[in-house]
């Protein structure tokens, strides 16, 4: 476990208190909401948006790209599962809709058809 009194401002007891408090590492503390670690006692909400952002300074810091390389923007896919829809041109939309409306119509029409039997 990360020692969290390496934090401007967390010492030992404060640290006792924030692992008590189910705030186990650094980077939980750096992603934490401010009012949600004031719940912490003995943390004022001025205290927390502090610690936060001690916490954040404490995090990794992004490597420095070698021999110039550019990023790539290309399109990143949308993890498995992610409710990430793909984009639609506002016509695809209307056409999508329109085609799921008839849809419908002809599923209620073969549902009264059916019953009329």
Known sequence: MPDLTKIDGVGPSLAT???KGNFLTIAQIAAADPTELATVPGISRQGAARIVAAASSLG???R?????QKRSRG???PPKGSA??????????RKNKEAEKENQEAEKAKEENSGER
Not at 64 to 68: D, E, F, I, K, L
Not at 84 to 93: D, G, L
């Open 84 to 93: 990430c829809q793909p984009f639609q041109s506002e016509n695809s939309r």
């Open 75 to 77: 399109a990143v896919a």
């Open 64 to 68: 420095a790209r070698q021999g110039g």
């Open 17 to 19: 208190a924030l692992v």
């Open 60 to 62: 990794p810091k992004p």
